[in-house]
């Protein structure tokens, strides 16, 4: 008996030794391959070539990003500086202060627009209007130094050129009348600096004016974002054509509200055309000062209806004046074309050749009478420094 508990003892432990052993070294064996968790997926086949998702107006991205660029100007400034540097006694016991140089420069930056393979580009008069230096990144990260071609600073727009040696990828422009309001819109630019960027919304109105921004607007309205650093970016309809040039924006915040402003496509080909052509845009001037003929004053002038715009100034020995204007006329018709406000004026003299004599139908106190005025040239407005 005693041997046979013997024989079992040891058999008992020469297993427990071998499972020890096996649990050491391949402990597969004992348990068994645990068979991998399974899910199950549905995926797309793969064709090679992304199919655009329905109402993606990626084509249209792609097709215009090529030909917006980045703008970086720079220029010569002077930094304020406190009376206390200039003190010998100040300067004796702290040293010349770092950064509080006189001589600094200052950057900015901003967007532009390709609109010829030859290397023309469209931005914001407002961007390069200080600097002294500029330089235009393209989309894909080339850097170029650009040369000022002219600047028209009564619509803010303004044509520069890069010589890259080659053609450059250009934008389409739209035809002048093919924008409609609750068109979808795109614009494109560099705003605050991150990097080319598109955001999207519609049109929300056209022919904005009296907005106080410049001269000759009639801007489009948009509700996609335009934030600082897009100013002179490229706003493009759904099928990537150029329908205006990115310039404001409404805000209390400095970042976009929803209500943007670009400069039509019809005033940037005329003013792209003349600064290209003759490397500044001339426009027609008269010299007078007008303003809106309200209900009330036309009652005060004695007249029986409000048509037509005040003069309510003229300029000394300016064509309004050689040909017989007063301050208190009201002009109702130009060369045979109803003027319905200031702005209908000022833009129908605006369009007029200098030199070229316009007929200006008034009215003056009960009469109407027709004048002979010789258009002027309008005097450019000088870069402020």
Do not use: C
Not at 34 to 62: C, D, K, N
Not at 362 to 381: A, F, H, K, M
């Amino acid at each position: 008996m005693r041997r046979l508990w013997l024989i079992f003892a040891q058999a008992v432990t020469i297993s427990v030794a071998v499972l020890f052993v096996l649990n050491t070294l391949k402990p597969e064996w004992l348990r068994g391959a645990t068979p991998a968790s399974v899910i199950a997926i549905l995926e797309a086949p793969s064709t090679g070539e992304r199919t655009p998702a329905t109402g993606s107006y990626a084509q249209a991205a792609q097709q215009s990003m090529p030909a917006v660029v980045h703008i970086f100007t720079s220029k010569a400034g002077r930094s304020q500086r406190h009376p206390l540097f200039d003190d010998p006694l100040f300067r004796h016991f702290f040293g010349e202060r770092p950064g509080n140089s006189p001589n600094q420069r200052e950057s900015g930056l901003g967007s532009g627009v390709i609109v010829s393979p030859d290397g023309y580009v469209l931005t914001n008069n407002h961007v390069i209007e200080t600097a002294d230096a500029i330089e235009v990144a393209l989309n894909d990260g080339r850097k170029y130094p650009a040369q000022l071609i002219g600047r028209d600073p009564e619509t803010d727009l303004a044509v520069l050129r890069v010589n890259t040696g080659g053609q450059l990828p250009a934008i389409t422009l739209s035809a002048s009348d093919s924008l409609s309001v609750g068109d979808v819109v795109l614009a494109i630019g560099n705003p605050f600096g991150v990097g080319q960027t598109v955001t999207m919304g519609i049109v929300s109105a056209l022919g904005r004016s009296q907005l106080g921004i410049n001269t000759f607007e009639n801007y489009i309205q948009t509700d996609a974002a335009i934030n600082p650093g897009n100013s002179g970016g490229a706003l493009v309809d759904s099928a990537g054509h150029l329908v205006g040039i990115n310039t404001a924006i409404y805000s209390r915040s400095g970042g976009s509200l929803g209500i943007g402003f670009a400069i039509p496509v019809s005033i940037a080909r005329n003013v792209l055309t003349q600064i290209v052509s003759t490397g500044e845009v001339i426009r027609g001037w008269v010299g007078v000062e007008i303003q809106d003929l309200t209900p009330e004053l036309a009652e005060s002038f004695g007249f029986a209806d409000a048509r037509g715009t005040l003069i309510a100034g003229v300029l000394r020995g300016s064509p309004a004046e050689r040909a017989g204007i007063r301050p208190g006329d009201v002009l109702i018709e130009l060369d045979g074309a109803a003027v319905r406000d200031p702005k209908t004026m000022l833009d129908m003299v605006a369009a007029l050749p200098p030199g070229r004599e316009a007929t200006f139908r008034i009215r003056r106190g009960g009469q109407e009478i027709e004048l002979g005025v010789e258009i002027g040239r309008r005097p450019t407005p000088q870069p402020s420094r």
